[in-house]
Structure formats: C-alpha cells, structure tokens
T-cell receptor, first 110, second 116 residues
Framework: QTVVTQEPSFSVSPGGTVTLTCGLS?????????PSWYQQTPGQAPRTLIY???TRSSGVPDRFSGSILGNKAALTITGAQADDESDYYC??????????FGGGTKLTVL | EVQLVESGGGLVKPGGSLRLSCAAS????????MNWVRQAPGKGLEWVSS????????YYADSVKGRFTISRDNAKNSLYLQMNSLRAEDTAVYYC???????WGWGQGALVTVSS
C-alpha cells in the first residue's frame, strides 16, 4: 500500500521561508494526484490552503504557494508569521476515488 | 456562507452502531461531491469516504469498507455516515467536507468514542 510521506516536523524563523513536501513511498507525485494542502491548529477543523497543486483557496494569503518540486508536491510559506505555527497536511488522489493523507508536518515558528 | 454542521456523535460500545449527519447550508448542496474525514485523538487526518453529487458513485477507505455506509439526501441538504460494527480504533473526530478536486470546505467535526 502506497504511503504519502511528509516531514514530521519543521522549524522556521519569523520572516523566513520554508518548503514542506509531500511524497510517495513509491513513485513520484505529479499534478495528476491533485495535491492539496491543509492547515490545522489544535482543536480546530482543517482549513484548505491549496488545491489542485497550486490554486490558493479563497482568502488564503499569497505567502502560501503550492508546486511540484522534483518528485514531490510542495507547500512554500514565504515570510513566515507566528500564527503560521500549525500542523500542515497534504492529501493525494490515488485514483479509483481514493484519497490518502500524509502524516502531517508540525511547523514551529521561532 | 458555507456551513457544514455535523451531529450524531457520542459514546458507543464496541460492536455498536452510530449514524452521523452533516447539515449543509449556504451553497447548492446537490452540486457538490461530499466527503467524510476522521482524526483519531492526537493523530493525523484520515480520509474515510466520498460520495458524488448525485450519489451515483461512492468510495471507501479499506479501513471502513463493509462497515460504514455514506449516503446523502439532496432534498434535505444532508450527508450521512452510518457506522456499524464499531471498533476502538474508530474513535475519532469525524469531519464532513465539501468538494473533490476543488477547495474542500470543512465542518467543525463530531466526536465518536468507541469504548466499553
């Protein structure tokens, strides 16, 4: 069974840039997987940041951007702010109606 | 404003059943595919099931296939998840989410606890 991989944790300085990635245990991520990215703070529902690789959801600041980098999907945060400290999840569409989430990345801003 | 409100969560014994509901408002429910996603305590998100806008196509994660049933009533703007043969590992917050390849809108979730 294919596993969607994410960095368990990442740290960024305020004002800095960080790129989180979303890969496959076997194979490469492409736009055909419709990668999406979600932000979640403790006790809250997820919030959609990016869908279909690089489309920002309504109201999401342009500090957040999505792309394919090499063989992975990527979420880049430019000019990180304190309230970007959250858990970030990616999801990939594996075909046949199946979605698989990555394990999530805990982002610390310090 | 898009609103999704889950209900029906609670405490149930292993082997028991529960039915979750998701009431939708602020958009034309019958135009959108819908999903259930769950999150066990302290764990990540797990996709559970999806249903197309008309209900014609339904998909399940292997972990719930044969035990859970997703359905919808477009006349009532409602999404459902019938959960049977519940196990301790089904304990989670269950989120209703709107969308498929587009931006998913999320409800606030309903807690399901499976324990004796």
């Amino acid at each position: 069974q294919t596993v969607v991989t994410q960095e368990p944790s990442f740290s960024v300085s305020p004002g800095g840039t960080v790129t989180l990635t979303c890969g496959l245990s076997s194979g490469s991520v492409s736009t055909s997987y419709y990668p999406s990215w979600y932000q979640q703070t403790p006790g809250q529902a997820p919030r959609t940041l990016i869908y279909s690789t690089n489309t920002r959801s309504s109201g999401v600041p342009d500090r957040f951007s999505g792309s394919i980098l090499g063989n992975k999907a990527a979420l880049t945060i430019t000019g990180a702010q304190a309230d970007d400290e959250s858990d970030y999840y990616c999801v990939l569409h594996m075909g046949s109606g199946i979605w698989v989430f990555g394990g999530g990345t805990k982002l610390t801003v310090l | 404003e898009v609103q999704l409100v889950e209900s029906g969560g609670g405490l149930v014994k292993p082997g028991g059943s529960l039915r979750l509901s998701c009431a939708a408002s602020g958009f034309t429910f019958s135009n959108y595919d819908m999903n259930w996603v769950r999150q066990a305590p302290g764990k990540g998100l797990e996709w559970v099931s999806s249903i197309t806008s008309s209900g014609a196509y339904i998909y399940y994660a292997d972990s719930v296939k044969g035990r859970f049933t997703i359905s919808r009533d477009n006349a009532k703007n409602s999404l459902y998840l019938q959960m049977n043969s519940l196990r301790a590992e089904d304990t989670a917050v269950y989120y209703c989410a709107r969308g498929y390849y587009d931006s998913w809108g999320w409800g606030q979730g309903a807690l399901v606890t499976v324990s004796s």
